[in-house]
Protein backbone atom coordinates (compact mmCIF):
# COMPACT_ATOMS: atom_id res chain seq x y z
CA UNK A 1 0.00 0.00 0.00
CA UNK A 2 0.85 3.32 -0.58
CA UNK A 3 2.09 6.00 1.76
CA UNK A 4 2.03 9.91 1.49
CA UNK A 5 4.20 12.07 3.54
CA UNK A 6 3.00 15.60 3.97
CA UNK A 7 5.24 18.59 4.09
CA UNK A 8 5.23 21.12 5.96
CA UNK A 9 4.48 19.37 9.08
CA UNK A 10 3.07 22.52 10.57
CA UNK A 11 2.04 26.04 8.61
CA UNK A 12 0.90 29.18 10.30
CA UNK A 13 -0.89 32.07 8.50
CA UNK A 14 -2.79 35.15 8.35
CA UNK A 15 -6.56 34.87 7.18
CA UNK A 16 -6.55 35.58 3.19
CA UNK A 17 -3.51 34.15 2.67
CA UNK A 18 -2.73 31.13 0.37
CA UNK A 19 -1.69 28.03 1.91
CA UNK A 20 0.00 25.39 0.25
CA UNK A 21 0.65 22.20 1.80
CA UNK A 22 2.96 19.47 -0.60
CA UNK A 23 2.38 15.38 -0.63
CA UNK A 24 4.74 12.71 -1.91
CA UNK A 25 5.07 9.32 -2.75
CA UNK A 26 6.41 6.30 -3.99
CA UNK A 27 4.57 3.97 -5.64
CA UNK A 28 2.58 3.86 -9.19
CA UNK A 29 -1.26 5.03 -8.24
CA UNK A 30 -4.35 5.28 -9.43
CA UNK A 31 -5.31 8.60 -8.08
CA UNK A 32 -4.66 10.83 -5.00
CA UNK A 33 -7.30 11.95 -1.98
CA UNK A 34 -6.91 14.66 0.22
CA UNK A 35 -8.88 14.58 3.66
CA UNK A 36 -9.17 17.48 6.20
CA UNK A 37 -9.23 16.76 10.17
CA UNK A 38 -10.86 19.38 12.48
CA UNK A 39 -9.22 19.06 15.96
CA UNK A 40 -10.45 15.98 17.45
CA UNK A 41 -12.98 14.99 14.97
CA UNK A 42 -13.05 12.76 11.95
CA UNK A 43 -11.28 13.25 8.54
CA UNK A 44 -13.74 14.58 5.94
CA UNK A 45 -12.78 13.83 2.04
CA UNK A 46 -12.10 16.66 0.70
CA UNK A 47 -10.93 15.85 -3.08
CA UNK A 48 -9.75 12.99 -5.36
CA UNK A 49 -7.47 13.70 -8.62
CA UNK A 50 -6.76 10.89 -10.89
CA UNK A 51 -3.49 9.77 -12.10
CA UNK A 52 -4.53 11.06 -15.27
CA UNK A 53 -5.10 14.74 -14.49
CA UNK A 54 -2.59 17.49 -13.62
CA UNK A 55 -4.73 19.67 -12.02
CA UNK A 56 -8.72 20.09 -10.10
CA UNK A 57 -10.33 22.43 -8.29
CA UNK A 58 -12.86 22.24 -6.02
CA UNK A 59 -13.85 25.56 -4.60
CA UNK A 60 -11.07 27.44 -2.72
CA UNK A 61 -9.34 24.37 -3.17
CA UNK A 62 -7.17 23.34 -6.00
CA UNK A 63 -5.06 20.09 -6.05
CA UNK A 64 -1.77 19.17 -8.44
CA UNK A 65 -0.70 16.11 -9.16
CA UNK A 66 2.56 15.71 -10.96
CA UNK A 67 2.99 11.43 -11.39
CA UNK A 68 6.80 11.93 -12.73
CA UNK A 69 7.90 13.58 -9.53
CA UNK A 70 5.53 11.52 -7.32
CA UNK A 71 4.40 14.40 -6.06
CA UNK A 72 0.86 16.48 -5.26
CA UNK A 73 0.06 20.12 -3.44
CA UNK A 74 -3.20 21.06 -2.29
CA UNK A 75 -3.61 24.74 -2.07
CA UNK A 76 -6.12 26.66 -0.22
CA UNK A 77 -7.07 30.44 -1.31
CA UNK A 78 -7.72 32.84 0.68
CA UNK A 79 -7.92 31.15 3.73
CA UNK A 80 -10.48 31.42 6.45
CA UNK A 81 -9.88 30.96 10.35
CA UNK A 82 -12.02 28.01 9.67
CA UNK A 83 -9.67 26.04 7.57
CA UNK A 84 -7.85 25.64 11.02
CA UNK A 85 -7.13 22.06 10.56
CA UNK A 86 -4.60 19.09 9.81
CA UNK A 87 -4.89 17.88 6.34
CA UNK A 88 -3.95 14.36 4.87
CA UNK A 89 -3.21 12.74 1.79
CA UNK A 90 -3.56 9.54 0.67
CA UNK A 91 -2.27 8.12 -2.60
CA UNK A 92 -4.22 5.31 -4.19
CA UNK A 93 -3.71 2.21 -6.02
CA UNK A 94 -7.57 1.86 -6.23
CA UNK A 95 -7.39 -0.90 -3.44
CA UNK A 96 -10.05 -0.43 -0.57
CA UNK A 97 -7.44 0.30 1.99
CA UNK A 98 -5.51 3.63 2.45
CA UNK A 99 -2.58 4.55 4.37
CA UNK A 100 -2.48 7.90 5.93
CA UNK A 101 0.61 10.00 6.89
CA UNK A 102 1.09 12.15 9.83
CA UNK A 103 -0.76 14.89 8.10
CA UNK A 104 -0.08 19.49 7.71
CA UNK A 105 -0.98 21.42 10.98
CA UNK A 106 -2.46 24.49 9.28
CA UNK A 107 -3.20 27.30 11.67
CA UNK A 108 -5.29 30.40 9.37
CA UNK A 109 -4.58 33.64 12.24
CA UNK A 110 -7.55 36.04 11.90
CA UNK B 1 -25.71 11.93 4.04
CA UNK B 2 -23.14 9.11 4.66
CA UNK B 3 -23.38 8.19 8.57
CA UNK B 4 -20.35 6.58 11.03
CA UNK B 5 -20.93 6.68 14.39
CA UNK B 6 -19.02 5.37 17.23
CA UNK B 7 -20.28 4.28 20.59
CA UNK B 8 -18.10 7.18 22.79
CA UNK B 9 -16.74 10.06 22.05
CA UNK B 10 -14.31 9.73 25.83
CA UNK B 11 -13.55 6.86 27.52
CA UNK B 12 -12.16 5.86 30.59
CA UNK B 13 -10.73 2.70 31.51
CA UNK B 14 -8.35 1.16 34.08
CA UNK B 15 -5.21 -0.90 33.52
CA UNK B 16 -6.25 -4.76 32.77
CA UNK B 17 -10.14 -4.18 31.75
CA UNK B 18 -11.54 -5.01 28.50
CA UNK B 19 -12.82 -2.57 26.25
CA UNK B 20 -15.14 -2.34 23.08
CA UNK B 21 -15.63 0.18 21.02
CA UNK B 22 -18.33 -0.11 18.57
CA UNK B 23 -18.66 1.79 15.07
CA UNK B 24 -21.80 1.73 13.37
CA UNK B 25 -21.79 3.29 9.37
CA UNK B 26 -25.92 3.40 7.60
CA UNK B 27 -24.33 3.23 4.22
CA UNK B 28 -24.18 -0.73 3.41
CA UNK B 29 -20.63 -0.45 2.96
CA UNK B 30 -18.86 -3.23 2.52
CA UNK B 31 -15.48 -2.04 4.02
CA UNK B 32 -14.33 -0.99 7.72
CA UNK B 33 -11.42 0.00 9.38
CA UNK B 34 -9.71 1.16 12.65
CA UNK B 35 -7.23 3.53 13.01
CA UNK B 36 -5.51 4.53 16.16
CA UNK B 37 -4.12 8.14 15.93
CA UNK B 38 -1.49 9.46 18.12
CA UNK B 39 0.55 13.12 18.06
CA UNK B 40 2.87 13.07 14.96
CA UNK B 41 2.50 9.19 14.01
CA UNK B 42 -1.12 10.06 12.19
CA UNK B 43 -3.41 7.17 11.88
CA UNK B 44 -2.20 4.05 12.20
CA UNK B 45 -4.33 1.29 10.39
CA UNK B 46 -5.23 -1.10 13.11
CA UNK B 47 -7.61 -3.82 11.37
CA UNK B 48 -9.89 -3.57 8.27
CA UNK B 49 -12.90 -5.80 7.23
CA UNK B 50 -13.99 -6.18 3.83
CA UNK B 51 -17.26 -8.30 4.57
CA UNK B 52 -19.22 -9.77 7.47
CA UNK B 53 -17.29 -12.36 9.26
CA UNK B 54 -14.12 -11.37 7.34
CA UNK B 55 -11.06 -9.63 8.84
CA UNK B 56 -7.30 -8.33 8.07
CA UNK B 57 -4.48 -6.55 9.85
CA UNK B 58 -3.61 -3.51 9.76
CA UNK B 59 -0.18 -2.27 10.67
CA UNK B 60 -0.32 -2.63 13.96
CA UNK B 61 -2.96 -5.13 15.10
CA UNK B 62 -0.97 -6.36 18.09
CA UNK B 63 -3.31 -6.13 21.56
CA UNK B 64 -6.41 -5.45 19.40
CA UNK B 65 -9.35 -7.58 18.09
CA UNK B 66 -12.49 -7.22 15.95
CA UNK B 67 -16.03 -8.60 15.62
CA UNK B 68 -18.19 -8.07 12.41
CA UNK B 69 -21.36 -10.02 13.15
CA UNK B 70 -23.00 -7.54 11.09
CA UNK B 71 -22.85 -5.49 7.94
CA UNK B 72 -23.64 -1.98 9.68
CA UNK B 73 -21.32 -2.92 12.67
CA UNK B 74 -17.46 -3.17 13.09
CA UNK B 75 -15.96 -3.92 16.63
CA UNK B 76 -12.44 -3.11 18.25
CA UNK B 77 -11.65 -5.18 21.32
CA UNK B 78 -8.96 -4.43 23.83
CA UNK B 79 -8.96 -7.63 25.87
CA UNK B 80 -6.55 -6.16 28.33
CA UNK B 81 -5.83 -2.05 28.44
CA UNK B 82 -2.66 -0.95 28.43
CA UNK B 83 -1.84 2.82 29.18
CA UNK B 84 0.20 2.39 26.03
CA UNK B 85 -3.59 1.93 24.35
CA UNK B 86 -4.16 5.73 25.56
CA UNK B 87 -5.24 7.00 22.06
CA UNK B 88 -7.86 8.60 19.60
CA UNK B 89 -9.57 5.58 17.89
CA UNK B 90 -11.18 6.41 14.50
CA UNK B 91 -13.24 4.34 12.71
CA UNK B 92 -14.24 4.76 9.09
CA UNK B 93 -16.13 3.00 6.39
CA UNK B 94 -15.60 3.11 2.78
CA UNK B 95 -17.54 2.94 -0.66
CA UNK B 96 -15.96 3.40 -4.47
CA UNK B 97 -15.25 6.76 -5.66
CA UNK B 98 -18.09 8.21 -8.74
CA UNK B 99 -15.73 6.55 -10.88
CA UNK B 100 -15.03 3.50 -9.69
CA UNK B 101 -11.36 4.03 -9.38
CA UNK B 102 -10.86 4.06 -5.88
CA UNK B 103 -12.24 4.06 -2.55
CA UNK B 104 -13.64 7.18 -0.51
CA UNK B 105 -13.49 6.70 2.60
CA UNK B 106 -16.18 8.02 5.56
CA UNK B 107 -14.79 8.59 9.41
CA UNK B 108 -17.25 8.74 12.48
CA UNK B 109 -16.20 11.47 14.84
CA UNK B 110 -13.14 9.27 17.22
CA UNK B 111 -13.26 7.94 20.49
CA UNK B 112 -10.57 9.25 23.07
CA UNK B 113 -9.30 6.46 25.07
CA UNK B 114 -7.53 7.20 28.40
CA UNK B 115 -6.45 4.42 30.10
CA UNK B 116 -4.98 4.93 33.64
Known amino acids: SQQGEEDPQALSIQEGENATMNCSYKTSINNLQWYRQNSGRGLVHLIL?????REKHSGRLRVTLDTSKKSSSLLITASRAADTASYFC??????????FGAGTRLAVHP | DVKVTQSSRYLVKRTGEKVFLECVQD?????MFWYRQDPGLGLRLIYF???????EKGDIPEGYSVSREKKERFSLILESASTNQTSMYLC???????????????FGPGTRLTVT
Open chain 2, 92 to 106: ASSSLTRDFSSYEQY
Open chain 1, 49 to 53: IRSNE
Open chain 1, 90 to 99: APSGGYNKLI
Open chain 2, 27 to 31: MDHEN
Open chain 2, 49 to 55: SYDVKMK
